[in-house]
């Protein structure tokens, strides 16, 4: 997934530079792409001895508008 991740972030940089970039907005839930970037992490944690676990607060609407690809980039790029 990591080298796929990469190459899709070339392609992105590659259509911005370009002008070229546009973004797919929908609706998302927050919630839901954390807990799968959560999930995505804690079997390596695990096998570190690590505890990861993520919580959202509830002020977090349930539903946003945006690139949920984006969203999970992001909260990637952070752990």
């Given at each position: ?8 972030d070339i392609l992105d ?44 607060q509830d002020a977090i ?19």
């Amino acid at each position: 997934m990591a080298l796929l991740s990469i190459i899709k972030d070339i392609l992105d940089f590659s259509k911005l530079e370009a002008d070229k970039f546009e973004l797919d907005v929908k609706a998302f839930s927050p919630r839901e792409v954390l807990t799968k970037t959560t999930k995505l992490f804690r079997p390596r944690a695990n096998e570190k001895g690590l505890e990861f676990r993520s919580e959202i607060q509830d002020a977090i609407p349930d539903m946003v508008s945006g690139h949920s690809g984006r969203f999970q980039q992001i909260l990637v790029n952070l752990v």
